[in-house]
């Protein structure tokens, strides 16, 4: 039951922001396609998501969890498409969820954003 343990792993996330006075979803998934993001070795620049930065955060379980629950899903695009999106009740038109300019759109396998003419995507 990969599904049970991903969302179990996923609820230990959100808690540990909870924790650390981050309530608001979507800074949440931001911070989690950044975290997702350095997973896959890309260098996060003024063009991609954010981190939420806080001493009480605990980034490191934060992280083990992430890639647990990652190869759980069968990698970080799959999981962020299924799993972390849905947890966001602030979904645009179009099935877009929006962080400022920022734009993520599920792709089914990848996960992208669009900021201008730049496009970053995570492929298994």
Known sequence: MA?????????EVWAAFRRAGIRDD???TETIAAL????????????????EKTSDLDESTIRENLQQAS?????????????VLFRLSDMRPGG???????S????????????????HTICE
């Open 3 to 11: 599904g049970e343990n991903i969302s179990s792993l996923l609820n």
């Open 26 to 28: 979507l800074h949440i």
């Open 36 to 51: 997702l993001l350095e997973q896959k070795d890309v260098t996060l620049t003024k063009d991609l998501p954010r981190k």
């Open 71 to 83: 190869e759980a899903a069968g990698g970080s695009g799959n999981l962020f498409d299924r799993y």
């Open 96 to 102: 877009q969820f929006g962080f400022g300019l920022l």
């Open 104 to 119: 993520l759109r599920p792709m089914g396998g990848n996960f992208n954003e669009r900021r201008g003419r730049h496009r």
